[in-house]
């Protein structure tokens, strides 16, 4: 593969916001370091909720897709990221006992051959060397998320292949897959026990008691980007996801400064490399910067 004269970073997301909540400020971070970041949005999130107590209104729900859209627009523009759709239909998290069954036509029906096509041909496109996505249970139990790492891995190793979907575009193979793997229980207990010792309140100690220890994932982690000065951007970005998120909750329950002191980075899995390089690493681009000119 000939060196690439540019490094280009491409985030696979299921819903909009989750782009602003998983691997925001290294987005922020490569964006500010010249860079191209571009965020594939796997569905519109038509079946979220709303999840803000000011905004929980009939004329809010009423438009909720088209305000979703508008919410992904400021976004992306506190990050500094592009953005595209990939047109699927969100499938909503199932609830109750038995679950009900996922509705006709959504994302996580789609068989990951066909799922997966509109991903390899933005691949193919923008042709990045980093890919990043959610492990294999999804970062969190949503047919969505689930379905975002199927088709990520599927077109990660599709991509490069002149043989599958030939109609889709001259191939392309990245160089590197990661997965996130930032909320994980040891930076949870640091930043519940920071906060303690300086006489905090701390609204962790719930979520720690209920913390599930054989789903822990810390181990699998190979790489921290320290990006720590983007936190004020990637809370911004976030909280341009309005409907999403609560301005007075628990994410923002803990000071950026304190953030910073404690866990000044946010952490993946290298999943698949084709390129040498050494883990631990701090750098998703570690192995496949030589030949790209520093900006
Ligand atoms: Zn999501």
């Known amino acids: 593969m000939n060196a690439p004269d540019q490094l ?15 691997g925001a400020a ?6 500010a370091e010249g860079a191209r970041v571009l965020v594939a949005t796997c569905t519109g999130g038509e079946r979220g909720s709303v999840l803000n107590p000011a905004l929980d209104r009939p004329e809010v729900w009423e438009r909720l897709p088209q305000i979703r859209t ?26 109750g006992d038995p679950l009900p069954p996922l509705p006709e036509g959504c994302f996580a029906l789609v068989p990951v051959e066909e799922a997966a096509a509109p991903l ?17 249970r999804g970062g969190y139990p949503h047919p969505d998320h689930i379905k975002t790492h199927d088709i990520s891995v599927h077109a990660f190793e599709a991509a490069g292949d002149p043989d599958r979907y030939p109609e889709l575009g ?17 930076r949870m207990v640091a930043t519940h026990e920071a906060m303690l010792a300086r006489g905090l309140e701390s609204p962790y100690a ?7 220890d054989s789903k822990d994932i810390s181990h699998r982690v190979t790489t921290r980007v320290p990006c720590g000065e983007y936190f004020e951007l ?17 994410w923002f329950a803990c000071p950026l400064e304190l953030q910073r002191e404690v866990w000044p980075t946010e952490d993946y899995e ?10 631990p690493e701090d750098d998703l681009f570690a192995g496949v910067r030589s030949g790209v000119p520093v900006p």
């Open 206 to 212: 719930e979520w720690l008691a209920g913390w599930d």
């Open 170 to 186: 001259e191939p392309w193979q990245p160089s590197k897959l990661y997965f996130h793997m930032s909320f994980t229980k040891p």
């Open 120 to 136: 390899v041909a933005l691949i193919r496109r923008f042709k990045p060397q980093v890919v990043t996505t959610y492990d294999e």
């Open 70 to 95: 508008e919410e992904m627009a400021r976004a992306r523009e506190i990050l500094g990221v592009e953005q595209e759709w990939l047109g699927f239909v969100d499938s909503g998290l199932p609830e």
């Open 270 to 279: 290298l999943a698949r490399s084709l390129v040498d390089s050494t883990v």
């Open 26 to 31: 290294t987005m922020a971070k490569y964006v």
């Open 234 to 250: 990637r809370d911004a970005a976030l909280i341009a996801h309005a409907t999403q998120v609560d301005p007075t909750g628990r």
């Open 8 to 22: 280009r970073l491409l985030a696979v997301h299921a819903h909009p916001d989750d782009e602003s909540s998983k």
